[in-house]
Structure formats: C-alpha cells, structure tokens
C-alpha cells in the first residue's frame, strides 16, 4: 500500500479480501501502516460450507478473482501479521436471509430497481444473484 508505516488508527475491510489471493500479504500491510494498538475489522464472505463455488458470484464472474477461505485462513494471517483476534462473529444466516428477500423484491417488483448492489455488480449481476445452483453460495460461505 502506497502509506508510510503507522499512519493510521484504525482500519476495516468490507468485501474485499474475498478478492486478494495472499491473505498473509494483506494482513501484513494493514498492519504495517495501523498505529501500534490499532483496530483492524474484516467483514468478507468466507467459506464455511462444502462443495466448490458455481460462477458468477456476486463478487467475482470466475474463479480466477475469487480467493474464498475458511475463517482459520483468515486467522492464521492476522495472527502472523502481529493481531490480536478479539471477537468473531458469522453473519452467514444474515446473508442467506437478505438474498433470499432480495431475490423475492425483485422477482415481485418484475425487475431490480433504478439504483442498486446490482449497479456494482455488472452486466451479468442477475446471473449472479438468480440462478438457482449460484444462488446457493451464501450457504457455502458465511
């Protein structure tokens, strides 16, 4: 990252390192530019659950930018990179509930609207929330 060494008092992260392959890589540089003592959130999809991935996903339209991995994986770097983890918490029941009611709004609507996630998703973003067999990918991660 293009910062001086602890420049920052504080950090989190919001759907990103599901896109980053080296997750020790960027363990290491947050917490090379976060003040000594600071705080470093992550709120990413991870995988949980068995079986592999069907593409497009919400975040990525192959595997070849998707980087999903368990919660241990995650650990494992923050721990190398010189964190503390301090709380864990799984917010896949959340996430299966809000795209099955998202799917359901826009199904009843006969259309997503004007503004929205699929905005940022892409062309492709009602491949990656409709499909039946893709739509199973917030119970394989959480």
């Known amino acids: 990252m293009p910062f001086a060494d ?5 950090a989190y992260m919001l759907h990103v390192g599901m896109n980053i392959e080296v997750k020790s890589k960027l363990c ?5 530019v976060l003040r000594p003592g600071a705080v470093f959130g992550i709120y990413d999809v991870m995988r949980i659950g068995e079986g592999e991935l069907s593409y497009p996903v919400p975040w990525a ?3 070849a930018s998707s ?7 995650y650990r494992s770097a923050l721990q190398a990179a010189g964190f503390a983890v ?6 896949r029941d959340f996430a299966v509930t809000f795209y099955d009611q998202f799917r359901a709004r826009i199904m009843a609507a006969g ?3 004007p503004l929205g996630i699929h905005v940022l998703m ?9 499909d039946p067999e893709r739509g199973q990918w917030p119970r394989r991660t959480g």
């Open 6 to 10: 602890g420049v920052f008092d504080g």
């Open 28 to 32: 290491s540089e947050v917490s090379r």
């Open 86 to 91: 301090i709380a864990e918490l799984s917010r």
């Open 67 to 73: 980087f999903v991995v368990e919660p241990a994986h």
């Open 122 to 130: 892409g062309r492709n973003a009602s491949d990656k929330i409709h």
């Open 61 to 63: 339209t192959t595997a």
């Open 111 to 113: 259309g997503p609207p």
